[in-house]
């Protein structure tokens, strides 16, 4: 299967990036984060981040579409170039994760809530105060964080100084982080495209979509029956649903409904089982190998049915008072894997990092600048992470178990364009306390650790920038590297500002405890609430054997299931499913991965290559269809059911 998606990579390779592309990239990333926002915390229409990438990314790129191909008909000098339209599509993704759950609101929501919320009964004062760095926080004056949570008093300016200090060590060490991880893809980005062969099917989608424009008309693709059709199924449940939204009696057509609508549950003490159907997964995935879509799915319900086996014959592991139940057991597996994946990806580009470091000796420009930058910014992120209260060792350990997470999703994101990959123990806390314990650890070793691990620090399971600049690397490859590099810091900026500025306002505006989502209702307080269990247990976990095993075990297993892929080249299984197999994605979309899975395998076998070509523009429809499809509903929303809109985008 991989040979198939390989001969159908195309980049924008030799095109240049305009000033007119740029500030149409900036304009629409900015725009979309305010909107995106918007519509999640006040409008109540759902919230369009909920992916490594969003729907709040892919939604402009669809109307710059259908703009574009008017503007080709009616006043073809002001049309963007195919080109031009990828640099909106790269660049709006790139800053489309910051935007409400996928960073701002958990941001913002934590750090304005320890003088608020700290009350006699959760002993905030007593037992963080002195601990917490107030020096990357929002001043906590009343003027200030009082004001933010109730609703600014009539006629008062807006507190902005109070913010200054805050706003600039959070964009500052993110920065640190993202030069960090776009200089690691900048190492790596050559071994992944030319000797592991990627498939990028999140970069040949925007590709395909807008081949034509450039040749003065419609892309090809619109123009197939097939896209039609796939794009008319489902744009056409959003045109039923919408009478609903003016007519409650309506009869609702619920075949995209949330998860939590499609369970079925497996047996009693078993985790259910959800028949999510999700059409941006469908589509998106279908560029997907095989190999990949077998894997996702097939872990993903053999998952349910290790968690419900373990549940029910009461196996725990662990030292007697640290016990790890049956999903923390699933999970440490899973993290092994996607362990063993990093330094498997590693060690086989041991030649192409060997001719980096050549490179690099010998003057190349690239590659010298590349290895200094990643320098200078880990050395930035680990003071900074020093001065939150790490010590040395704990600060190398988390970034490195943070390295681990952030690899394995730009890669696997690249290579299987299944948008849902979150990482176990992403920031690397759960794994820290799973295998090392915390009894060894200071109360302040245990806020530094829990800081870095919670929403404040860049993003949360979704990965700001990171997961789409390799896409634009792909996409631009060839090109001018300055002005490719400069749109990935531009687009981070234009995101963080546009999200976290738009979100204080509304906060200000309206309070920032009434705008609806976790991070600012729930999850903000819950993150102070652990770290003071955590620091006032009297028996905090050690160092556990029994834990280690499972973990070396679900490294084992990937290496096994790596060898018997090398080996045999008619072995169906890839590990990266072991390696996701209980995270949300694989869970809730488990069946989407298997329908797509299913038509794909049956295509191919039934008129190969030729058909499976054929099939494409279906599902590419079926993507288009769903995102215009949320943004007409959101729009309706906006008009007519402003604060009481309907959820249209989530789980």
């Not at 030799?14 to 149409?24: D, E």
């Not at 976990?541 to 018997?564: I, N, R, S, Y």
Request: aromatic residues 14%.
């Amino acid at each position: 299967m991989k040979e198939v998606l390989e001969t159908d990579v195309q980049t924008a390779k030799g095109y240049s990036i305009t000033g007119r592309a740029i500030v149409a990239g900036a304009a629409t990333s900015a725009l979309l984060c305010v909107y995106a926002n918007y519509i999640g915390v006040l409008q109540g229409s759902g919230s369009l981040v909920k992916e490594q990438f969003s729907m709040a990314s892919f939604l402009p790129f669809v109307g710059w579409l259908f703009l574009n191909a008017l503007l080709k008909r009616w006043l073809p000098r002001l049309a963007l170039s195919q080109a031009e339209l990828l640099l909106v599509f790269s660049m709006a993704w790139m800053a489309g994760t910051i935007a409400v759950e996928g960073w701002v609101t958990y941001w913002v929501g934590i750090s304005t809530t320890p003088t608020y919320f700290a009350s006699p009964e959760n002993r905030w004062r007593e037992v963080l105060f002195d601990l917490l760095p107030w020096w990357a926080l929002p001043e906590g004056s009343p003027g200030v964080i009082r004001q933010f949570q109730e609703g600014l008093a009539p006629g008062a300016p807006l507190p902005w100084a109070g913010w200054a200090g805050a706003f600039y060590w959070w964009f500052t060490v993110s920065v640190a982080v993202m030069t960090a991880g776009l200089c690691v893809i900048v190492l790596f980005q050559r071994q992944w495209v030319e000797a592991e062969r990627l498939t990028f099917p999140l970069a040949v989608m925007p590709v395909d979509l807008t081949e034509g424009f450039d040749r003065g008309g419609m892309p090809q693709v619109f123009r197939e029956r097939l896209f039609r059709v796939g794009f008319g199924v489902v744009f056409g449940v959003f045109l039923w649903n919408l009478v609903y939204f003016f007519s409650p009696g309506w009869p609702r057509i619920t075949l995209f409904d949330g998860y939590l609508s499609k369970e079925v549950r497996l047996g009693q003490r078993f985790p259910s089982l959800y028949l999510r159907v999700l059409p941006s997964v469908i589509g998106l995935t279908f560029l997907c190998d095989t190999e990949i879509l077998l894997s996702l799915w097939l872990f993903g319900v053999l998952a349910l049915l290790k968690v419900g086996l373990m549940t029910v014959l009461g196996v725990a592991v662990g030292e007697t008072g640290q016990q790890a139940g049956p999903a923390e057991v699933v999970n440490l597996e899973s993290h092994g894997a996607m362990t063993f994946l990093v330094a498997w990806s590693i060690y086989v580009a041991r030649n192409h990092l060997r001719g980096v470091w050549q490179a690099a000796r010998r003057g190349d420009a690239t590659y010298r600048l590349t290895l200094v930058g990643l320098l200078a910014s880990t050395i930035y992120v680990l003071g900074w992470m020093l001065a939150v209260g790490h010590t040395p060792f704990t600060a190398l350990l988390q970034m490195t178990l943070i390295f681990i997470a952030y690899f394995a999703v730009v890669k696997y994101t690249a290579a299987s364009g299944f948008a849902y990959l979150f990482p176990v123990g992403v920031k690397g806390q759960e794994i820290i306390e799973h295998l090392a314990g915390t009894s060894w650890m200071s109360a302040g070793q245990i806020v530094g650790t829990r800081i870095v691990s919670s929403g404040l620090f860049y993003g949360n399971s979704r990965i700001p920038t990171l997961p789409g600049a390799t896409h634009h690397l792909k996409l631009f490859e060839g090109g001018q590297m300055g002005r490719v590099i400069g749109t990935v810091f531009l687009s981070f900026a234009v995101g963080f500002f546009a999200s976290a500025l738009s979100l204080v306002y509304m906060g200000y505006a309206h309070g920032g405890r009434n705008l609806g989502t976790w991070g600012m209702q729930g999850g903000n307080v819950q993150t102070f609430d652990l770290i003071v269990s955590e620091i006032e247990k009297t028996d905090r976990p050690a160092p556990d054997a029994a834990k280690w095993a499972v973990w070396l075990m679900g490294g084992a297993e990937a290496g096994l299931l790596t060898f018997l892929r090398g080996r045999f080249p008619w072995w169906p299984i890839h590990p990266l499913g072991l390696a996701f197999q209980y995270t949300s994605g694989p869970r809730i979309y488990v069946f989407s991965i298997f329908l797509v899975w299913a038509a794909k395998t049956l295509l191919l076998r039934l008129g190969g290559v030729a058909l499976y070509r054929r099939a494409r523009p279906f599902f590419y429809g079926v993507v288009v269809g769903y995102v215009s499809g949320i943004g007409v509903s959101a729009l309706v929303d906006t008009i007519w059911f402003r604060g009481d809109g309907h959820s249209v985008h989530g789980w």
